[in-house]
């Protein structure tokens, strides 16, 4: 069964921290990667990863996978309060049709 | 360019009537998808269409749940007849590539 798994579940910093989100699968004939972040409403593109090793960034935020361990990772360095929200991992992979597998998301807070 | 359209944003209504949720993808994007969220299992594919043609529909849940795309601009989904556990925020998104998906700002629907 394909299946992608977030971690932690939740997580509660201060303004200023480094947080680093996980994402880890196991799904049939992968092709890419994305991270998403949703507030209280839509979900929001925020990177897609294909390559293993390859660090994608924008701003604060970065994130890189590794197809051999399976996982991803989500960096998002000194934190804002606007930073407040679920984010979510899904895997792109080829079943009878290419199909998108979501986490169950990491929801984080940052107080200020 | 207005995004992902869906309409309505929010529906109530009682169990047993017929639901028709509708979503406009934005223009030139080949692939529509929808989804579930609830806070139970989270985001979950339900169906998804390539160039209005249904690809995959095995995450509908049951078969009260139906959708269409008769056009490259036009997407339903139905449910009838409605029950309570049906109620969540339905998601649609497009993709012109197959991976970055732009989700519409999703419709709110409560089963009474």
């Known amino acids: 069964e394909d299946k992608v798994v977030q971690s932690p579940l939740s997580l509660v910093v201060h303004e200023g921290d480094t947080v680093t989100l996980n994402c880890s699968y196991e799904?049939?004939?992968?092709?890419?990667l994305l991270w998403y972040k949703q507030e209280k409403k839509a979900p929001t593109f925020l990177f897609m990863l294909?390559?293993?090793?390859i660090e994608k960034k924008s701003g604060r935020l970065s994130s890189i996978l590794d197809k051999k361990e399976l996982f991803s990772i989500l960096n998002i360095t000194a934190t804002q309060t606007g930073d407040s929200a679920v984010y979510l991992c899904a895997v792109v992979h080829f079943n009878a049709g290419n199909m998108l597998t979501f986490g169950g998301g990491t929801r984080l807070m940052v107080k200020p | 360019d207005a995004g992902v359209i869906q309409s309505p944003r929010h529906e109530v209504t009682e169990m047993g009537q017929e639901v028709t949720l509708r979503c406009k993808p934005i223009s030139g994007h080949d692939y529509l998808f929808w989804y579930r969220q609830t806070m139970m299992r989270g985001l979950e594919l339900l169906i998804y269409?390539?160039?209005?043609?249904?690809?995959?529909d095995s995450g509908m849940p049951e078969d009260r749940f139906s959708a269409k795309m008769p056009n490259a601009s036009f997407s339903t989904l139905k449910i009838q007849p409605s029950e309570p556990r049906d109620s969540a925020v339905y998601f649609c998104?497009?993709?012109?590539?197959?991976?970055?998906?732009?989700f519409g700002p999703g419709t709110r629907l409560t089963v009474l």
């Open positions: 269409f390539n160039n209005n043609v249904p690809i995959d």
């Open positions: 799904v049939t004939n992968f092709r890419s």
């Open positions: 998104a497009s993709s012109i590539s197959r991976n970055e998906q732009f």
């Open positions: 294909t390559s293993s090793g």
